[in-house]
């Protein structure tokens, strides 16, 4: 997607992430994985990991935002991925805001200036 297709302005941004692996724990294999955000928005994020994940891939995504030092918990899919150097990948996640205190967190983060509360109500 290109940044004229974007619904979300995208901020560049390196933050810790943990993906949660599907069937990780029936395989008795480590649960999550370490990455980093190259640059998020609201709607999704574009992330480096040395792991391949297909594309439609649903992913449990932890996003652990420097900025703010707030916790994001989102489900994701996978829309891209590309290789960019061998064993590291760079994917693009479509965040699926089905969890509202994720939402929250990542709006207060990309948009709250410092504020450690959005508002929930406009005032005139």
């Known amino acids: 997607m290109t940044k004229d297709n974007r619904k979300e302005r995208r901020i560049e941004e390196e933050n810790r992430v943990h993906i949660e692996l599907p069937g990780a724990a029936s395989r008795n294999e480590a649960h999550t994985i370490n990455a980093l955000t190259h640059d998020i928005s609201l709607g999704g994020a574009r992330i480096v990991t040395d792991v391949f994940f297909e594309q439609g891939s649903s992913l449990k995504i932890t996003l652990y935002l420097s900025r703010s030092k707030q916790v994001a918990k989102v489900r994701a899919e996978v829309r891209w991925i590309r290789a960019i150097a061998a064993g590291l990948y760079e ?13 929250m967190v990542l709006i207060n983060h990309l948009y709250g200036k410092g504020q450690t509360t959005v508002p929930s109500s406009v005032q005139s």
Request: hydrophobic share 40%.
């Open 91 to 103: 994917m693009g996640v479509e965040f699926q805001h089905g969890i509202p205190s994720g939402v």
